[in-house]
Antibody, heavy 115, light 106 residues
Framework: QVQLVVSGGGSVKPGGSLRLTCVAS????????MSWIRQAPGKGPEWVAY????????IYTDSVEGRFTVSRDNAKNSLFLQMASLRAEDTAVYYC????????WGQGTLVTVSS | EIVMTQSPATLSVSPGERATLSCRAS??????IAWYRQQLGQPPTLLIF???TRATGIPARFSGSGSGTEFTLTVSSLQPEDFAVYYC?????????FGQGTKLEI
């Protein structure tokens, strides 16, 4: 059974930074594309980024390009999202998801950017 | 960016009835579309992929159809757990995008 547990969310001021960690179990993490998807309150989801098996292909949506960094540690079954220069519009529940295209979602963590 | 537009925004139905949800893409996505159900306070769950293929463990009351720009999700004989928000999502072109959702309510 796929389990994806995200930690690291919280409140931060505009311009601040935050690092999210997703620990995976129940599947072959090192053989899986992984994605970060976010959902602002009351809105539809938005795909943030994805990373391939070996971290050789990492793609971001335009609104986070240059501010967010995705990485992974296959030895530790872990996926990371380093967020910098945070803005109010980055406020959302952030989900870690297995796959690309169609995905299996884990539980999310709330990130609130507010002064 | 491909824009996904869902209709209606809210659909009022009764348990046991059939619900038909629509999704339109701003350009052709072929059959590269998925449907998800999101219950309150939970992450979305994959229901349908490639427009009409049910995901593992999804009951037969869920069916999808369409190709190109027009898609439909049908839920026959609504169960209590089906009263939730449904999203369509395209994976034809990056960035992969979602619709704004259809809420099924009693």
């Amino acid at each position: 059974q796929v389990q994806l547990v995200v930690s690291g969310g919280g409140s931060v001021k505009p311009g601040g930074s935050l690092r999210l960690t997703c620990v995976a179990s129940g599947f072959s993490f090192g053989d899986s594309y992984m994605s970060w998807i976010r959902q602002a309150p009351g809105k539809g989801p938005e795909w943030v980024a994805y990373i391939d098996f070996s971290s050789s292909n990492i793609i971001y949506t335009d609104s986070v390009e240059g501010r967010f960094t995705v990485s992974r540690d296959n030895a530790k079954n872990s996926l990371f999202l380093q967020m910098a220069s945070l803005r109010a519009e980055d406020t959302a529940v952030y989900y870690c998801a297995k796959g690309l295209g169609t995905v299996t979602w884990g539980q999310g963590t709330l990130v609130t950017v507010s002064s | 960016e491909i824009v996904m537009t869902q209709s209606p925004a809210t659909l009022s139905v009764s348990p046991g009835e059939r619900a038909t949800l629509s999704c339109r893409a701003s350009q052709s996505v072929q059959s590269n579309i998925a449907w998800y159900r999101q219950q309150l306070g939970q992450p979305p769950t994959l229901l349908i992929f490639h427009a009409s293929t049910r995901a593992t463990g999804i009951p037969a009351r869920f069916s999808g159809s369409g190709s190109g720009t027009e898609f439909t999700l049908t839920v026959s004989s609504l169960q209590p757990e089906d009263f939730a928000v449904y999203y369509c999502q395209q994976f034809e072109d990056w960035p992969y995008t979602f619709g704004q959702g259809t809420k099924l309510e009693i």
